[in-house]
């Protein structure tokens, strides 16, 4: 069996048959010239340097396929890895009670299938909470860890491919929860959600919550001025005012480390308004503060690094042990280009907030919208909508037994965008360009731009 890791953890374990099985299955829908060449069958027993070769051939395959917008995003393929993963779990399919979090601490109890997939968990408790259908599409659902303080940190967002209640409860940790969070990064969407009490009610609660945890940034006078708006229960006022602060929107992450502007400081990094900002603790003790905007990284790349385990032969390594970095090329200035990487535990979130900033970038630059009518049930069967959600982050699929790889990621639908005066780096710690993700948003930058 091959394991299958997906956003830094294991999905699944599959057979050579079973992903057989889906090349043909692929093959069948969409034409041969379409779906990537699937590694040979081999009459004799394989040797392990075989063994070790197809494996790699295997990993290419299923990155190949998760790439190609048509067949990364069929429903051939993501109920494929749904299935692998509740076969993996071993969890049956029955009727089960979820609790989903709410960011002021309310617990939403839905009545699911464990083979539910994420849109249907985020239907049931849109329903639950009377959202309507053509808010539904500004919402997801988060995996999120609870610290001891009460705050959380985000693992990742919930993908199309992946059943909620096994990816929850195969952790066998009570600390991870699923929360229902707005998905969106432009606070002009706001307007939106607010149409609605229910959005509005949502919104506000979590709005209240980042500034509870000293995600926004509060002085005492405004504090004061929310204080005020909060005891008059003026939701919209106070979202309003919250707009204007910094990092309303943002998420910030854990604690963790980056090269820059020197190896090893100590950085926190925060996501939104289109940028990542960094807040350094320099090895002077000097804190300093930087963004770096998603329209000038040319590309990314997710790298996970996994010690050989030396304990006994029956110990598994700690989930410690294995080095998540994110690494993103960044235009310092013209014609300057230089590699930055954050090492994170949540470096596949990271990295799931950058895609996700350049999809609505690319929405909004085509003339389109994040509105998205939802499905809906037809004589009380779920019926799937026409229309793709327009922001959406694609899972990493990896493989645990390299020492150093690479974890592919799902390209925009667009084409390359070709960079004017500025060369490719030649640095020696470059991998090839199958090894990281091009950003559909990045364009060349004059100097009145610098």
């Known amino acids: 069996a091959y394991n299958i890791h997906v956003n830094g953890v294991l999905h699944c374990r599959v057979r050579y048959s079973q992903l057989l099985g889906l090349h043909e299955q692929l093959r069948k829908e969409y034409g041969a010239n379409v779906v990537p060449a699937f590694p040979p069958k081999k009459i004799f027993t394989l040797t392990p340097a075989e063994v070790e070769q197809r494996r790699e051939q295997l990993e290419k395959y299923m990155q190949a396929v998760r790439q190609d917008p048509t067949l990364g995003g069929s429903e051939t393929f993501n109920s494929f890895l749904r299935k692998a993963q509740q076969e993996t779990q071993q969890i049956p399919t029955e009727e089960v009670v979820l609790e989903v979090l709410l960011s002021n601490g309310q617990r939403v109890k839905v009545t699911i299938l464990t083979s539910d997939q994420t849109e249907d968990v985020l239907e049931a408790v849109a329903s639950k909470l009377d959202l309507p259908d053509d808010l539904v599409g500004y919402f997801s659902l988060f995996l999120v860890r609870q610290t001891k303080d009460g705050a959380f940190s985000f693992v990742r967002k919930l993908q199309e ?107 926190v990094v925060s996501a939104g308004n289109n940028e990542l900002n960094f807040q350094v603790r320099l090895p002077n003790e000097q804190i300093k503060e930087g963004s770096f905007k998603v329209t000038r990284m040319r590309c990314w790349r997710v790298t996970s690094s996994v010690p050989m385990n030396n304990g006994p032969s029956g110990s598994s390594p700690g989930k410690s042990e294995v080095k998540l970095e994110l690494a993103f090329e960044y235009l310092m200035s013209k014609d300057r280009l230089q590699w930055v990487t954050i090492t994170s535990p949540q470096a596949i979130m990271l990295s799931i907030c950058l895609q996700s900033m350049v999809d609505e970038l690319m929405v909004k630059k085509s003339g389109g919208s994040i509105r998205k009518m939802f499905r809906r049930r037809v004589n009380g069967a779920l019926r799937r909508s026409d229309s793709q959600q327009a922001v959406k982050s694609p899972p990493l699929l990896d493989s645990p037994d390299a020492s150093w790889e690479p974890m592919a990621k799902l390209s925009s639908k667009l084409t390359s965008v070709s960079l004017r005066g500025i060369s490719h780096s030649s640095s020696a710690n470059d991998v090839g360009a199958n090894d990281f993700h091009g950003n559909y948003a990045f364009e060349g930058i004059g100097d009145e731009d610098l």
């Not at 432009?186 to 959600?193: E, G, I, K, N, P």
């Not at 004061?224 to 910094?246: G, P």
């Open 161 to 267: 491919f992946e059943l909620p209640y096994v990816s929850v409860t195969s952790l066998h940790n009570p600390e991870f929860q699923i929360i229902l969070r707005k998905s969106y990064w432009d606070s002009a969407y706001d307007d939106d959600v607010m149409e609605h009490r229910v959005g509005l009610n949502l919104l506000y609660a979590q709005t209240v919550s980042d500034i509870e945890h000293g995600w926004i940034l509060v002085n005492k006078e405004q504090h004061r001025q929310l204080k005020s708006l909060q005891e008059k229960v003026s939701k919209k006022e106070f979202i309003r005012l919250a707009q204007t602060l910094k990092y309303y929107g943002y998420l910030k992450f854990d604690p963790c480390v980056t090269d820059f502007p020197e190896k090893g400081c100590h950085v």
